[in-house]
């Protein structure tokens, strides 16, 4: 199984000397999902992660979304499929760039926000994500039209399970805002994830079980106490049997 986080999402570039939830988190996952732009992250806070992520022998995804730093690429744009493109476009190249000069190579792309929620069911949108992102795997939710597609093109879908995230009886997650959106007891979705590699099962707010067959779980960033969820979500797993090893 491997473990993902969303990284670089911070408003300031990492200060020398200090280790922040980003450094941390880290020393735990198998991936980082990289912000590159659209949602958050620049030039500094992309260095930071992919020189720690070198360090760490951590892959490195693309975590590209919709052109909307002010509502943190949670909002969905109707825009043109050409204009998502060129979206998408620009933050692959800079991270690319970045990675680069990091000595380390973008190995999958990974939506951020409305963008991978949109992605479940816009045709439109999920083709033009592919159209730039090409060969590279995409992460999605099971099920999602960017998956379908991208394994009709030859393109390997990485399907995704959330640790800290609320799941309904469809399998798609409880919107933020809503009750049992989120999930902060460190134990509770340690068990949870053990349970999802090992029973590929996940137990839904309404208390129906979902099926998931997923290779990769993430973990968020912004989780309250998000560095010891991590941690105990990765010794549980390890407790367990199970090998954690990027897919990418």
């Not at 999958?108 to 992605?119: I, M």
């Not at 590279?136 to 995704?160: N, S």
Request: aromatic share 4%; glycine share 10%; with cysteine.
């Amino acid at each position: 199984m491997d473990l993902n986080c969303d990284l670089g999402e911070g408003l300031d570039p990492w200060q020398p000397g200090v280790v922040g939830t980003d450094e941390a988190l880290l020393h735990v996952v198998t991936s980082a999902n990289v912000a590159c732009g659209g949602h958050a992250g620049d030039a500094a806070t992309m260095a930071a992660v992919l020189r720690t992520a070198a360090e760490r022998g951590v892959a490195v995804g693309a975590h590209v979304s919709y052109a909307d730093r002010e509502h943190f690429g949670r909002r969905f744009l109707d825009v043109p499929a050409a204009d998502l493109r060129a979206q998408v476009a620009v933050q692959l190249e800079a991270l690319t760039a970045a990675a680069a000069h990091a000595g380390v190579r973008v190995a999958y792309v990974k939506p951020h926000g409305a963008l991978y929620h949109a992605l479940l069911h816009h045709e439109a949108h999920a083709g033009a994500v592919l159209d730039v992102t090409r060969d590279l795997p995409v992460v999605g939710l099971p099920g999602a039209a960017v998956l379908t597609e991208a394994e009709r093109r030859g393109v390997r879908a990485v399907r995704e399970a959330f640790a800290d995230r609320g799941y309904r009886a469809d399998g798609t997650l409880v919107p933020r805002g809503e009750d049992g959106d989120l999930l902060t007891d460190a134990d509770a979705v340690a068990r949870r994830v053990v349970r999802i590699a090992t029973e590929g099962r996940v137990r839904a707010v309404d208390g129906t079980d979902v099926a998931l067959d997923v290779e990769t779980v993430c973990v968020h960033s912004d989780t309250p106490g998000a560095v010891r969820l991590a941690g105990d979500v990765r010794a549980a797993l390890q407790a367990a049997g199970v090998a954690l090893r990027a897919f990418a």
